[in-house]
């Protein structure tokens, strides 16, 4: 088992997962770098800026909705 998520966080020392061989255990910020939160805030702005001037963003994961998309940030 692995896990980054406690019911309290962070979790007590004396956690049963410590102390099993099979469990990997790591902070909820593992990723948490000025790096990432950056890049992400650059990465949202562009987005933002291409929507704005009904263009598609970067790295659209949901690719279905562009089937609807109109270029129009705007919904009705």
């Given at each position: 088992y692995a896990t980054d998520v406690f019911a309290k966080e962070p979790p007590d020392i004396d956690h049963p997962f410590f102390t099993m061989e099979n469990v990997i255990l790591a902070p909820h910020c593992i990723a948490w770098t000025h790096d990432m939160f950056k890049d992400i805030g650059i990465k949202a702005c562009m987005q933002a800026v291409d929507i704005?001037?009904?263009k598609i963003?970067?790295?659209v994961v949901n690719t279905s909705v562009l089937?609807?998309?109109k270029g129009n940030p705007v919904v009705d």
């Open positions: 704005a001037q009904g963003p970067q790295d089937d609807t998309w």
